[in-house]
Structure formats: C-alpha cells, structure tokens
C-alpha cells in the first residue's frame, strides 16, 4: 500500500523539521518494503491566503484517485500508537492501495473536505503547528510499521 502525505506548505531548505521527517520515511521504507507499506510520498500544496478552501482544493488534487483519505484534525479519534499500526494494516489488508494522510495549513482543514475523509486522527486535543504535525505523522507511520513488523522500536 501506498503512503501519500499531503499537506499545505512547503519545506524549504534543510530545515530541522525536514531532516527529522526525511530520516522517518527513510526508516518507513526500509520496514516497510517487507510488510507492503511504502514508498511514502510526500504532496506539497501552497499556502493560500484566500483560506482553506483554495487549499483543500489544492489538496483534492494531490490526493490520488481512490485513496483512502486521513485527516490530521484535533476533533479526530485519539489513538494509541498501537491502534494506529493496526488501522493502517486493516486498511492494507482490505486492499486498499493509497492512503493519503491530510494535512492543512495554518486554518486547518476546510469543513466540506473534512467531510470528504474515509476518517480523521487527532494527536491530542493542542492545535500543533502544521510543520510539526508532519513530523509527528512520520514518526508515526514509521513506528506503527516497526509494530507490524514486531521490531522493539514501540515499546509499551
């Protein structure tokens, strides 16, 4: 299953939240070329000062046809790292081939494509900013690849 992140904003330069999020995905596809998880990619859309709406229709279109769409929203479920490995196997083994994770920008996401996700997660009930969100996100993924394949990274 293909891992898409596609979020408003773009990393510009060797920021320390680009190295961090280059060295999870790194380690994503390094895990999870034996589970079927990977490669991940990352969609960048532009910051628009006209709102959220321009944006989520910049992210419409870096979202690939059919995929499973994830939102990164603070009135998403709270999960453990745990229940997240296994959502995301759940949805590789019923087939799914893309899931996209959703990330918006300063405002957040637009309400009507919030409606339009198959699901939401939230990391907590803070607004983080978008730039860590990612990070967060890849570090996510990564561990909840390292939990499928039973490595000791997780430890509970």
Avoid at 128 to 138: D, K, N, Q, S
């Amino acid at each position: 299953m293909r891992l898409h992140i596609c979020a408003v904003g773009r990393l510009n330069g060797r920021t320390p939240e680009a190295t961090l999020i280059d060295d999870y995905l790194t380690r994503t596809e390094r895990t999870g070329r034996a589970l079927s998880l990977g490669p991940v990619c990352v969609q960048e859309v532009e910051a628009k000062k006209s709102g959220m709406v321009a944006e989520a229709e910049l992210l419409r279109r870096a979202i690939p046809d059919r995929a499973l769409v994830v939102t990164l929203d603070e009135r998403g479920t709270l999960l453990t790292s745990p229940e997240f490995a296994t959502k995301i196997a759940d949805w590789r083994d019923g087939g799914t081939q893309d899931l996209a994770f959703v990330i918006g920008g300063a405002d957040g996401i637009d309400p009507s494509l919030r409606a339009e996700a198959h699901f939401s997660v939230s990391f907590g009930k803070m607004v983080w900013p978008h730039m860590m969100v990612r990070v967060m996100l890849a570090e996510q993924i990564y561990r909840a690849a390292s939990i499928l394949a039973g490595s000791p990274y997780h430890r509970v």
